[in-house]
């Protein structure tokens, strides 16, 4: 059963904790993303990383930290720099062929709430 | 910011219209994509159509692409009432690697 896997499905946090949401794929996908969406609109870009052990981040960075030291592996911890994490985070990842990436394959979302 | 801004905001159709939703994008691009997402779940991946094509089929789906205006259109024929859900373009760059870029989305609703 191949596919992408996110965790928890929902998350409660207090103010001023860090918290590390789960994301696994076993598609043997090179590149692996962290998006974040808010009620009513589209996916904004957090981190991404292309190989093991490299990552880049995207358009909001700030608050947020990654670690891929595992291929299959992409987790992603909501600092309490973060000002306003409450939102719903999706985890993608995608194969690569030739120079072109292919499509994203999306995980089901960790909907974090923070108290 | 936002790359790439869909048409309508909202779109309510009867089972069996056609649907189409626009997204018009600012940048050259290496690609165009489209997805899908049911309300509080993941995105699904519907059809990739690159800046070399104009006109892309998958099944009842149709997508085209016109660089020149920097605009893309999703039509979904004989819409039925699974088809409701949020639809999002999303853009590769020119350059920009594999990052994707989203739009706000449209939000169909098919009605029996």
């Known amino acids: 059963d191949g596919g992408i896997t996110q965790s928890p499905k929902y998350l409660f946090r207090k103010e001023g904790q860090n918290v590390t949401l789960s994301c696994e794929q076993n598609?043997?996908?090179?590149?692996m993303y962290w998006y974040r969406q808010d009620p009513g609109q589209g996916l904004r870009l957090i981190y991404y990383?292309?190989?093991?052990?490299?990552?880049q981040k995207g358009d909001i960075a700030e608050g947020y930290s990654v670690s891929r030291e595992k291929k299959e592996s992409f987790p992603l911890t909501v600092t309490s720099a973060q000002k306003n994490p409450t939102a719903f985070y999706l985890c993608?990842?995608?194969?690569?062929?030739?120079?072109?990436?292919?499509?994203?394959?999306f995980g089901p979302g960790t909907r974090l709430t923070v108290l | 910011s936002q790359q790439g801004e869909e048409d309508p905001q909202a779109l309510s159709i009867q089972e069996g219209e056609n649907a189409t939703m626009n997204c018009s994008y600012k940048?050259?691009?290496?690609?165009l994509q489209w997805y899908r997402q049911n309300s509080g779940r993941g995105l699904v991946h519907l059809i990739l159509?690159?800046?070399?094509?104009r006109e892309k089929h998958s099944g009842r789906l149709r997508v085209t692409l016109d660089t020149s205006k920097k605009s893309s259109s999703l039509l979904i024929t004989a819409s039925r009432a699974a088809d409701t859900a949020s639809y999002f373009c999303?853009?590769?760059?020119?350059?920009?690697?594999?990052?994707?870029?989203f739009g706000t989305g449209t939000q169909l609703k098919v009605e029996l």
């Open positions: 598609l043997n996908h090179d590149a």
């Open positions: 159509i690159r800046s070399n094509e």
């Open positions: 990383s292309q190989i093991v052990n490299d990552f």
């Open positions: 940048t050259s691009i290496n690609n």
């Open positions: 993608a990842s995608s194969s690569r062929e030739g120079g072109a990436y292919n499509e994203q394959f």
């Open positions: 999303a853009t590769e760059r020119t350059g920009g690697g594999n990052k994707l870029t």
